[in-house]
């Protein structure tokens, strides 16, 4: 089974900051990634898909990157609605996400 | 619009058994692998149970298998879940997800059924 390890587990940031949250596979799943933004209460929305590539509707603040095994999701300049639960899902071999990051101020 | 609304969560004792379902409107469902994903309270997401778009294939994480049975009426534009042998670790919001693309990327989630195992 692959594992998907997220760091950090938390993270405080501002309005503004530029925010970076790491996403690493046990094994090569070359670009089978996405990123979801789950907000208290709020079912998961899926921000980005094959590691880089932005949803429709989603921000352009947003984006992906990485392949094989690291991958990064980058916020370029934290708003006040981007305070969430964010998590990566490989699903190059079934489907496993990473234990989420809480972005807090 | 697309729509998907999960029922059939409640209270029920360790080792009973609970149906969930899913009503899947706004898209062409028949065409759609669908995807159960449970998440515990306080806690982080869990894939739980694919189905393909025909019903023909299924997979399901250990942590279920042999438990759970995931099945979908396209007549009806229904997926269901069955949980037997339910656990106190089975407690959560149940999602079902509609699945896109070849490897069935998770795009669109219901708004979840609560479980609740407990005596």
């Known amino acids: 089974d692959i594992q998907m390890t997220q760091s950090p587990s938390t993270l405080s940031a501002s309005v503004g900051d530029r925010v970076t949250i790491t996403c690493r596979a046990s094994?090569?799943?070359?670009?089978?990634l996405a990123w979801y933004q789950q907000k208290p209460g709020e079912v998961p929305k899926l921000l980005i898909y094959?590691?880089?590539s932005l949803e429709s509707g989603v921000p352009s603040r947003f984006s992906g990157s990485g392949s094989v095994t690291e991958f990064t999701l980058t916020i370029s300049s934290l708003q006040p609605d981007d305070f969430a639960t964010y998590y990566c899902?490989?699903?190059?071999?079934?489907?496993?996400f990473g234990q989420g990051t809480k972005v807090e101020i | 619009q697309l729509h998907l609304v999960e029922s059939g969560g409640g209270v029920v004792q360790p080792g009973r058994s609970l149906r969930l379902s899913c009503a899947a409107s706004?898209?062409?469902?028949?065409?759609?692998?669908i995807h159960w994903v449970r998440q515990a309270p306080g806690k982080g997401l869990e894939w739980v149970a694919i189905?393909?778009?025909?019903?023909?294939?299924?997979f399901y994480a250990d942590s279920v298998k042999g438990r759970f049975t995931i099945s979908r009426d396209n007549y009806k534009n229904t997926l269901y879940l069955q949980m037997n042998s339910l656990r106190a670790e089975d407690t959560a919001v149940y999602y079902c997800?509609?699945?896109?693309?070849?490897?069935?990327?998770?795009?669109?989630w219901g708004h979840g059924t609560r479980v609740t195992v407990s005596s």
């Open positions: 706004g898209f062409t469902f028949s065409s759609s692998a």
């Open positions: 899902l490989q699903y190059y071999s079934y489907w496993t």
């Open positions: 997800a509609k699945g896109r693309g070849g490897r069935s990327l998770i795009d669109y």
């Open positions: 189905i393909s778009y025909d019903g023909s294939d299924e």
């Open positions: 094994q090569s799943i070359s670009s089978w």
């Open positions: 094959e590691a880089s």
